[in-house]
Nanobody
Framework: QVQLVESGGGLVQAGGSLRLSCAAS????????MGWYRQAPGKQRDLVAR???????VYADSAKGRFTFSRENAKNTWYLQMNSLKPEDTAVYYC????????????????WGKGTLVTVSS
């Protein structure tokens, strides 16, 4: 019953910018992990950016220097600011989170959004 909803995708010209948002809702006790992944046509889903269990930011090499991850913990929301977009960035972008919903135990469950399409033209 936890849901992740992405927004902010769309069409953009090479060199432009987009900001993706992900909002988690439902029976949330705590969010253990959060991040962004993407999947281009015919390819596997790959990491873009995420926060580790220790609170460290991790970026894919292709995203470093261009993309910025941020979050607002009180709102259960996180963002991906994408600048200097390239045609190679075209993909469906998915938000991800590992969320604890049960007060018994300290484990969480993986959740995925349905994806938002980013298309970069040249």
């Amino acid at each position: 019953q936890v849901q992740l909803v992405e927004s902010g995708g769309g069409l953009v010209q090479a060199g432009g910018s987009l900001r993706l948002s992900c909002a988690a809702s439902g029976s949330i006790l705590s969010i253990n992990l959060m991040g962004w992944y993407r999947q281009a046509p015919g390819k596997q889903r790959d990491l873009v950016a995420r926060v580790t269990s220790g609170g460290m930011l991790v970026y894919a090499d292709s995203a470093k220097g261009r993309f910025t991850f941020s979050r607002e913990n009180a709102k259960n929301t996180w963002y991906l600011q994408m600048n200097s977009l390239k045609p190679e960035d075209t993909a469906v972008y998915y938000c991800y989170s590992n969320i604890r919903t049960n007060p018994i135990g300290n484990y969480g469950v993986d959740y995925w959004g349905k994806g938002t399409l980013v298309t970069v033209s040249s």
